[in-house]
């Protein structure tokens, strides 16, 4: 996987991206969310949103009305009550050269 590298001051700089995709999305791409200048940056911001998804299906779960499960740590399965369809959003990090689209 190649690197682009930036120069700001006289540090070099490789920016990462997160994406997220979900199936509530038509096309099903990978939507860009936010950039970052370290790999550990993004990957905390990744699991800063799925705590807040795990925020919401521990609120879900205790009202009764929908449930969900987490797939490893890259992402989240939300299933509603009574209904065949359940929600998938799934989050990566990636170089910027990489675009997962």
């Known amino acids: 996987m190649m690197t682009r590298w930036r120069w700001v001051g006289l540090t070099i700089v490789a920016i990462w991206i997160l994406w997220s ?3 509530y999305e ?3 791409r990978w939507m ?8 550990s940056a993004c990957q905390q911001s990744m699991q800063e949103w799925l705590d807040l998804w795990k925020s ?3 609120s879900m779960k205790r009202s009764g009305s929908d449930d969900g499960s987490f ?9 509603r009550r009574g209904q ?3 929600t998938v959003v ?8 990489v675009d997962p689209r």
Do not use: M, W
Not at 71 to 79: A, D, P
């Open 26 to 28: 038509p096309t099903g």
């Open 21 to 23: 995709r979900g199936n």
């Open 71 to 79: 797939i490893g740590n890259k992402g989240v399965v939300i299933k």
């Open 32 to 39: 860009f969310e936010e950039a970052h200048e370290s790999r």
């Open 90 to 97: 799934q989050y990566v990090c990636l170089p910027e050269t």
């Open 84 to 86: 065949k369809d359940h």
């Open 56 to 58: 919401l299906v521990s």
